[in-house]
């Protein structure tokens, strides 16, 4: 029942504090090499249509690959860690970021990149002028998704191999049949997870304030 999953949590407030930190780094750590690996490997892909020929396929076939399939595979090569965790959130939150950034950076009109060389704009700062602040809005789209995905992947590392993380509570509780644990468990990464997404759209407000004004206008027109 809710009532005795809110006494789990007071319960065990302290322990399940300590253990999604563990959690909470391995999905920030994913979500970072995602969005450092995941962001210039679109714009190579946006840029070059011979770079799309030959790598596009790759990041897709990665994905096709179980996630809990391989997760045993890092623990064999990288130990029990939490690197091996940071992997798993990684190949989880790394594929919408390249999907979604190749079409913000392709959804730029090719009239207004004319323009610029037209008027004797260098292509770098083509690039921050018009290419990266068209494609922010599809970036930060992206990093949404990821952030989240991130957070399953980080629990997934955690199933596999670790003696850590809201992963591991969720997998001992299930051991124990202690049904309450498991839910308990599950609202705080339910809760880290909804944190995070909002963090993500507050940088989005902050660094593309015109794009969250707009969106606002659309929303107040429906």
Do not use: C
Not at 45 to 73: G, H, M, R, T
Not at 91 to 109: A, D, Q, R, W
Not at 190 to 219: K, Q, Y
């Amino acid at each position: 029942t809710p009532e005795s999953i809110l006494h789990q949590i007071a319960a065990q407030w302290s322990m399940l504090l300590e253990e999604s930190l563990p959690t909470l780094y391995a999905t920030l750590g994913g979500f970072a090499l995602s969005v450092l690996i995941g962001v210039p490997i679109a714009m190579l892909v946006a840029a070059s249509p011979l770079i799309e020929s030959y790598l596009y396929p790759l990041v897709v076939f990665s994905q096709s690959i179980p996630k809990v399939a391989i997760a045993p595979l890092f623990v064999v090569w990288f130990g029990f860690g939490l690197f091996p965790r940071i992997l798993v959130a990684f190949l989880l939150g790394f594929f919408p970021v390249v999907v979604s950034t190749v079409m913000g950076f392709k959804s730029v009109e090719k009239d207004l990149t004319d323009l610029a060389k037209s008027m004797g704009s260098s292509p770098v700062k083509t690039f921050f002028k018009i290419s990266l602040p068209h494609a922010l809005p599809s970036i930060f789209a992206s990093m949404k998704v990821s952030i989240t995905l991130a957070v399953v992947g980080a629990v997934v590392g955690e199933f596999v191999g670790a003696n850590s993380g809201l992963g591991f509570v969720l997998q001992r509780a299930n051991g124990n049949f202690d049904q309450p644990l498991i839910f308990s468990a599950l609202v705080v990464l339910s809760v880290i997870g909804a944190l995070l997404f909002v963090a993500i759209d507050m940088l989005e407000r902050i660094a593309i304030p015109w794009h969250a004004s707009h969106r606002s206008r659309l929303l107040g027109r429906a």
